[in-house]
């Protein structure tokens, strides 16, 4: 959740371009390329290219677009971590119950809550009776879990370094948190190095469908320059790729799917609410592009035994 090695980070620095339009052009034609296989009908396309002509010629859609500076995770949390759970991240309601699911059918034991942000989770399991510790390398975010969570312990660190020792916990939580990593071997390495034989690993994410759709972290500057948290799109067999090597067994998978209505037209906001509130634009379009599509994966992996020869120990 909060990467920050410097030669991990390929994409913090770049400048991207964001224009309403060019995000509207774009779900159209993904809901074009969605009628071209199959899935909606003829009337359906023809109404897609008379709205895109619509959108060419609307001068609600003529202005500049936004450069936006990608930024690592200690900068952009710095920001979010003021408001992050005000209303809180719309993920939240899709991987909760998983989480909950699993961890309340757990003897209470030891924990680690790694990539913590302000102690969502770490409070959960503090109430179930684990020893909780949280691990984040933003210290504006563990600044907040501390208030929150008094009664867990709280470290700072990197997701490919976790200042915990080799089998400690019962239990590990990694939630929304690994999207932004551009690989995550070394995450999933630790991961696994600090759980005990049989201990628990939980993986929460955003899926790269969602985040093909738009859907990275808005934040700005205290001189109000917009900036982006980088998201990667990582497919499931990248996290088994990661995870399996390390003696991880997977215990269950899932994709939800959002559902309900896209929304009405409304007028087109300011950037900090792209892509969400350009959608109103195109709502049927939106809906077609977004048909089916994920938005979040989630992981249930159980440590296997593994060579103790291989193992790196780090104290808390």
Partial sequence: MRWRRPTNRPNVGRVIYQHPLHYLLGVEGLSLLRAYGG??????????????????????????????RAVDTVTGYRVWSETYDQPGNGLFAY????????????????AVDAACGTGR????????????????????????????????????GDLDALPVADEHADLVICALALAHLPDL???????????????????????????????????RTDDDE?????????????????????????????????DGPVGRRFPIEEWDTWPWTLIGQAPEAFQAAAAGSPVAIMWHFQAGQREKSTSRSRSA
Avoid: W
Avoid at 45 to 67: K, M, N, S, T
Avoid at 194 to 210: A, F, M, Q, Y
Avoid at 239 to 253: E, M, N, S, T
């Fill in 121 to 156: 989770h770490a409070a959960h399991l503090a109430s179930l009776g684990h020893r909780v510790t949280g691990v984040d390398s933003s210290p504006d975010m563990l600044a907040q879990a501390r208030v929150r969570v008094p009664q867990a312990t709280f470290l700072e």
């Fill in 185 to 219: 071997r070394p995450a999933l390495a630790e991961l696994a190095r600090v759980l005990k034989p049989g201990g628990h690993l939980i993986v929460t994410d955003i899926h790269h469908e969602r985040v093909l759709l738009g859907s990275v972290p808005h934040v």
């Fill in 39 to 68: 899935e909606r009908d003829r009337a359906f396309a023809e109404e897609r290219v008379a709205e895109i002509r619509q959108l060419l010629d609307d001068p609600a859609l003529a202005v500049d677009g936004v450069e936006a």
């Fill in 226 to 258: 917009p900036r982006l948290i980088p998201s990667h799109r990582h497919r499931a067999s990248d996290y088994l790729a990661a995870a399996l090597p390390h003696g991880l067994i997977v215990r269950a998978c899932a994709e939800p799917i959002a």
């Fill in 95 to 110: 991987e909760e119950p998983f989480v909950r699911g699993i961890v309340e059918a757990l003897e209470p034991g030891v």
